[in-house]
């Protein structure tokens, strides 16, 4: 369990270090942070997702539709996964409609609230008279 830089991690594999943050960044690839807060990659992890051959600095990535199944079935797994974006996408648009409903009526409300103050339900208050004017009659 020797933990390795990420730009050693990206010799030994024979990829680039932007190869290796992206997969970092997206999940693919384990790492850690030490006290520095520089990324340490283990030797373990970089086996497990790197098919490494023992000739130094190549290396396959072991993940591919073959090693996972027939393409009937990753049809149908993208199949289901398209299924549920999709009532995932239904679900967030029937909560935006009732959210646009609530605020129209919101909106309704608020404007009557205000229509109904300058309509002179409520007293207006005196305007006072600036004391230049009351001079200016005088």
Do not use: N
Not at 4 to 31: C, F, N, P, W
Not at 81 to 98: G, S, T
Not at 106 to 127: D, I
């Amino acid at each position: 369990m020797a933990m390795i830089g990420v730009s050693e991690a990206a010799r030994q594999v024979g990829r680039d270090v932007s190869t290796l943050h992206r997969m970092m960044k997206s999940g693919r690839l384990a790492y850690t942070v030490d006290k520095q807060g520089r990324r340490r990659i283990d030797s373990a992890e970089l086996e497990r997702m790197f098919d490494l051959d023992g000739t130094h600095g190549t290396a396959t990535m072991p993940y591919s539709a073959a090693s996972h199944g027939d393409s009937a079935e990753i049809v149908a797994l993208l199949r289901e996964a398209v299924q549920c974006r999709d009532a995932m996408l239904e679900d967030l648009r029937r909560r935006l409609d009732a959210s646009e409903a609530e605020r129209r009526q919101l909106s309704e409300r608020l404007t009557g609230l205000l229509s109904h103050r300058q309509a002179g339900s409520v007293p207006v208050v005196a305007q006072r008279v600036p004391w230049w004017r009351r001079w200016v009659r005088g």
